[in-house]
């Protein structure tokens, strides 16, 4: 099975609309990521949460919330989205702090029409 | 903070000769530099990781060398085969905790058979 699973995988959506995007992991992982990547490929950190406590908030608009219900879970609420959301995103996991090393989910293509 | 450089960022080799990937980081605190392999449309996979311990890990027909002196690491594949065709992200650890990497920007890797 799939370690680290997203849900959708497409999501076409229009301007102004509310959308969320679940992750998963089986692995037992402390942390959980999530990253945007746009057309050119560049990998950005948006998120992280170590057993449901958030530790990296990067320079993210607040029209983006993650909720970590669990440790195996980490989702993503996007509000009001704008044709600048679109993009690849994806959800990573780590084993423990200090061991750094993360594994992708595959990826929800989020278009914005 | 970490600040991670690839060169080039397009290579182009012919099926069965060898490319090198570069990367240069800026803080000499971080001691782990994975390399992923993203192939079209899938998600990044890490491939082979080095920490600061070692100069070098092999591992079939990847390696990666590490020289801390210079603040630099290569990926280095021999025999490249078409599915080798890919673009390909180095990182460095923050050093400041978190688990957190920073990615390069990414090379784009093309073997022509």
């Known amino acids: 099975d799939t370690a680290v699973s997203q849900t959708p995988k497409y999501l076409v959506t229009q301007m102004g609309n509310d959308k969320s995007i679940k992750c998963e992991q089986n692995?037992?992982?402390?942390?959980m990521y999530w990253y945007k990547q746009d057309s050119k490929k560049f990998l950005k950190i948006m998120f992280s949460y170590n057993n449901k406590e958030l530790i990296i908030n990067e320079t993210v608009p607040n029209r983006f919330s993650p909720k970590s219900p669990d440790k195996a879970h980490l989702n993503l609420h996007i509000n009001s989205l704008e044709l600048g959301d679109s993009a690849v995103y994806f959800c990573a996991s780590s084993p423990q702090e200090g061991s750094y090393e993360q594994y992708f989910g595959p990826g929800t293509r989020l278009t914005v029409t | 903070g970490e600040n991670v450089e690839q060169h080039p960022s397009t290579l182009s080799v012919q099926e069965g000769d060898s490319a090198v990937i570069k990367c240069t980081y800026s803080d000499s605190a971080s001691n782990y530099f994975p390399w992923y392999k993203q192939e079209l449309g899938k998600r990044p996979q890490l491939i082979i990781d080095?920490?600061?311990?070692?100069g070098e890990k092999k591992d079939q027909r990847i390696a990666v060398t590490l020289n801390k002196t210079a603040k630099h690491f290569s990926l280095h594949i021999t025999e490249t085969q078409p599915e080798d065709s890919a673009v390909y992200f180095c990182?460095?650890?923050?050093?400041?905790?978190?688990?957190?990497?920073?990615f390069g920007k990414g090379n784009q890797v093309v073997v022509i058979p």
């Open positions: 080095i920490r600061s311990n070692v």
């Open positions: 692995l037992g992982h402390d942390t």
């Open positions: 990182a460095a650890s923050h050093p400041y905790g978190n688990n957190r990497l920073a």
